[in-house]
Each structure stands twice: as C-alpha cells, then as structure tokens.
C-alpha cells in the first residue's frame, strides 16, 4: 500500500532545485526547507529529512558547484572595487603574517599545557602504581599471618 502523504519526483526536484539555489546565494539551507515546506504543506524538518537521506546524494556535483559559485560571487563582491596595489598587498601580507605569529604563540602556549598535563597524569599513574605495590606487599603480608594462623587449612575453624 503507498502513503498518501509520500514523496514523489515533482517534490524531490522542487526540493533539489530550491536548496541548490539557496546554497548558490549564500541563503541557509534551513532557510530552503522552511520555504519548500510551505509550497508542499510539510515540514521544514521533512523537508530537511527527506533532503539529507535521499536527495541530497544524487545531487553531490550540483551541490559543489553551487557552493563554488558562492565563494566566487563573494570574492567578487569583497575584491571587485579595492584596487590592488604593491601597498595593499604588502599590508595584507603584514597583516597575514601578524596573524601567523599569534597563531605560533597559540600553538606554542597550547603545546606546554597539554605537556603539563601529559606530566601530572604520568605522576598520577605512577603514584597509583605505587599503592598498588604498597596494597600488594600489605596483602601478601596479611596471607602470610593467615597462612601461620592457620586459616587456610580446609575443614578448620579459625582460630580468631
């Protein structure tokens, strides 16, 4: 028996055709759902659910270059009226290359807290191993004393 409420190709391609042209104009796919939802009387969480298991698949390619003509007509749009000099490309560089040095500082400063903490877990562990020796050498010594009281021979009562 088939679902009344069931997808059919006309709504997988209003589907396909709306998010693909959202994601070209930097819209959000939420966005495409929300609006396919109300064309086809679902909801923007069907659409999404029926987008991310079915559709969006057979359209990967499509998807790349709808993404490709984003960041195309982005660049566009930021770079198209600065002008390019030896100036502005020597700040950008500059700029570029601020940003690099605070990233090594990051990265330097991150490095040693994770080796701190690599330490005390290591002298944490070893800590542990150590009471763990102490723990085996008090247990060995009380099945000793139990061994000379007896306590360990079968059928006896003990003596304590």
Request: charged share 30%.
């Amino acid at each position: 028996m088939k679902r009344k409420d069931g997808w059919n190709v006309d709504d997988d391609n209003l589907l396909a055709s709306t998010v693909l042209m959202y994601i070209e104009s930097g819209k959000t796919q939420l966005k495409a759902f929300e609006d396919v939802g109300l064309k086809l009387s679902r909801t923007s969480a069907a659409c999404g659910f029926r987008w991310n298991s079915t559709v969006r698949h057979r359209y990967i390619k499509s998807i790349a270059e709808a993404k490709t003509h984003k960041i195309k007509r982005n660049y566009k749009k930021t770079y198209s009226n600065e002008e390019l000099s030896i100036d502005s490309i020597i700040s950008c560089l500059l700029a570029l290359k601020d940003d690099l040095q605070r990233a090594e500082i990051e990265k330097s400063i991150i490095s040693k807290k994770i080796q701190n903490v690599s330490l005390e877990i290591n002298a944490r562990r070893s800590e542990r191993h150590l009471d763990a020796l102490a723990n085996k050498e008090a247990l060995s010594l009380l099945l000793s004393k139990a061994a000379e009281l007896g306590l360990f021979e079968h059928n006896k009562k003990p003596a304590i």
